[in-house]
C-alpha cells in the first residue's frame, strides 16, 4: 500500500493546522497515513558551528529515513509574522543538511489555515515558490482562511472551501497511487 506523511507546520497542541490535517486525513483512502508531530522530534537550533561540533542529531536521521519512505506528502503550515513557525524552518534547515530533497520529489498537497482572513498566504507563496526546489512536487496548494468562521473543529462549514478541498485532495490521491 503506498504511504503518505503528514506534518503540521506547528508544536501547538491545539492547532489549528493540524485540525485541517485531521479532516484531510478522513477523506484518503486505502492509503497508509504516518503523521508526524513534531513535538516527537525536539531539535537544537541548527547552526553551522553546532554542527560541525556535534553532527547530524539522531532526530534527524530518524525522520530523514521516515521521508525515504514516502510515496507523498500533505502539508499544512501555520504561519508566524508572515512565514514558517521557528519549529517547522528548523526541522527543514536540518532535514536539508542530510539530503537537499527534502520531499524526494514525491508529490505534495500544500496547505495553509489561519484564523486571519488572508489565510497563510505569505507562508503559503514562501513555500509553493521554494518547496520544488527541495524536490516537492506540489500538485495544489489550498488555503483556509478565517478558520473559526469557515471550519467547526472537525467540518468545513464553508460549502465552497469544502468542494475545493475534497477536489484538490481527490487528486493528490491519485497522483500518490498512480
Ligand atoms: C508569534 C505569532 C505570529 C503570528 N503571525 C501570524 C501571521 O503572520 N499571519 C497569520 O495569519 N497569523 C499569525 N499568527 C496567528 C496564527 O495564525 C495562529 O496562532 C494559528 O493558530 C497558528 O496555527 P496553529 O494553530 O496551527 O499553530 C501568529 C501567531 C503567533 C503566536
Not at 116 to 142: E, H, K, N, W
Request: hydrophobic fraction near 40%.
Amino acid at each position: 500500500m503506498k504511504k503518505i506523511i503528514t506534518i503540521a507546520g506547528s508544536n501547538s497542541q491545539k492547532s489549528i493546522n493540524k485540525n485541517l490535517l485531521c479532516y484531510s486525513k478522513g477523506i484518503i483512502e486505502n492509503i497508509e497515513i504516518i503523521s508526524i508531530d513534531l513535538n516527537d522530534f525536539v531539535l537544537p537550533i541548527y547552526g553551522v558551528d553546532f554542527e560541525a561540533e556535534n553532527g547530524i542529531p539522531t532526530a534527524v536521521k530518524r525522520l530523514d529515513r521516515l521521508f525515504d519512505t514516502a510515496d507523498g506528502f500533505m502539508i499544512s503550515l501555520a504561519e508566524h509574522n508572515g512565514s514558517y513557525t521557528a519549529v517547522f524552518k528548523n526541522t527543514l534547515d536540518w532535514l536539508s543538511r542530510v539530503n537537499t530533497k527534502v520531499w524526494r520529489e514525491k508529490p505534495m498537497l500544500l496547505m495553509t489555515t489561519s484564523p486571519g482572513s488572508r489565510g497563510g498566504a505569505t507562508v503559503l507563496q514562501a513555500a509553493s515558490a521554494y518547496f520544488p526546489y527541495m524536490g516537492a512536487s506540489i500538485t495544489d496548494t489550498f488555503s483556509l482562511p478565517s478558520f473559526y468562521d469557515n471550519f467547526n473543529g472537525a467540518e468545513f462549514t464553508n460549502e465552497d472551501l469544502k468542494e475545493e478541498i475534497q477536489f484538490k485532495l481527490q487528486k493528490f490521491q491519485t497522483k500518490v497511487k498512480s
